[in-house]
């Protein structure tokens, strides 16, 4: 009497490496996604902490005339490491600039999710 072997065939094989690369292909978009919408929400709000920080610094230093701050002078006003801008906009550093009626402006401003890529969002 001979003994059937139970293993896989190649053709079995073949078939359940396509089916982990379909259900790879069709999940990477939407971790690509999620991954902006992260970097978005945490450039919007570092965009947002700068300016808390910048004011809380306008208002220590009001008997100076102050035009731009550096990033490096806010450093006290956060825990941790000053924020960096989100990588998949830009690698530059965050820049503030203070206009003659105390508004702040930093750049890359705040930033939206068209398609694939962040761009400036303007409408803010």
Known sequence: MKRKLKAFTLVELVIVIAIILILVSIALPRFKKSNLNAQLAAHNLNVKEIKNASILYLMEHEDEKVSSISIDELSD????????????????????????????????????????????????
């Open 77 to 124: 006003y956060f825990e941790g490491k000053p924020p960096k801008p989100a990588k998949a906009y830009t690698n530059d550093d965050f820049t503030i600039s203070v206009g003659d009626n105390q508004e702040i402006t930093v750049k890359p401003g705040l930033l939206k999710l068209e398609g694939d890529k962040l761009v400036p969002d303007d409408s803010k």
